[in-house]
Nanobody, 120 residues
Framework: QVQLVESGGGLVRPGDSLRLSCQAS????????VGWFRQAPNKEREFVAADRWSGGGAHYADSGRGRFTISRDDSKNMVYLQMNRLKPEDTAVYYC?????????????WGQGTQVTVTS
């Protein structure tokens, strides 16, 4: 079973950058699509970015396209989310996920989340 642990969140100002990291452990991690999701207070969890999903390559939500970059290092079992030009509306708990439960993210593996707060 794949386990995921996020890190790298914090308190930053608008326009700053952050890189979130996700350390994975477990078998065959490199074979799974991976993604980042976020949940802001009083809002539903939403998709941010994914890699090797739906035909391959990287996919982004409109909210992060052009500012966020997902990457992975399979040799280290790591997934990253580089976030640039952060905005207050990016404030949320960010979760790393691996699609280990078939085609559903919900049935996959999830980390515990890392808080990102963007405020002046």
């Amino acid at each position: 079973q794949v386990q995921l642990v996020e890190s790298g969140g914090g308190l930053v100002r608008p326009g700053d950058s952050l890189r979130l990291s996700c350390q994975a452990s477990g078998p065959a991690f490199s074979s799974y699509p991976v993604g980042w999701f976020r949940q802001a207070p009083n809002k539903e969890r939403e998709f941010v970015a994914a890699d090797r999903w739906s035909g391959g390559g990287a996919h982004y939500a409109d909210s992060g396209r052009g500012r966020f970059t997902i990457s992975r290092d399979d040799s280290k079992n790591m997934v990253y989310l580089q976030m640039n030009r952060l905005k207050p509306e990016d404030t949320a708990v960010y979760y790393c996920a691996a699609q280990t439960g078939g085609s559903s993210w919900t049935r996959g593996s999830w980390g515990q989340g890392t808080q990102v707060t963007v405020t002046s």
